[in-house]
């Protein structure tokens, strides 16, 4: 089952325009986890099954998700290139970043 086409990010109430709000204007309020530091276990695609991921999260994350839409928080995963990871550590500014 293909992923759904990511949303422009300028589109009002997308996920990306929401994130970036919400980290703006209440960043204490947002949690940010590493992903990485979470996976129980995870497997590629093949032939029976899409790739997975098992992460353990807290048990409110779970009821939440479960949950009626309209109550639920927005849970995210969002993903940092490692060629934008490595811009932010540089100290060089490129042309293209001014």
């Known amino acids: ?5 990511p949303a422009p990010l300028e589109s009002p109430g997308s996920p990306s325009a929401t994130l970036r709000q919400a980290l703006e204007r209440f960043p204490d309020k947002v949690d940010v986890a590493d992903v990485r530091r979470l996976v129980l ?3 590629r695609r093949n032939d029976k099954r899409p790739a997975y991921l098992q992460v ?3 048990d409110e ?4 998700l479960r949950g ?3 109550k639920s928080d927005l849970l995210l995963f969002v ?5 934008t990871l490595q811009r932010l550590e540089s100290r060089i500014v490129l042309p293209t970043e001014l």
């Not at 089952?1 to 086409?5: E, I, K, L, N, Q």
């Not at 993903?79 to 060629?83: A, F, L, V």
């Open 56 to 58: 353990a999260v807290p």
């Open 61 to 64: 994350v779970v009821k939440d």
């Open 68 to 70: 009626r839409p309209e």
């Open 41 to 43: 276990d995870a497997g």
């Open 1 to 5: 089952m293909p992923a759904d086409p």
């Open 79 to 83: 993903r940092i290139p490692r060629e």
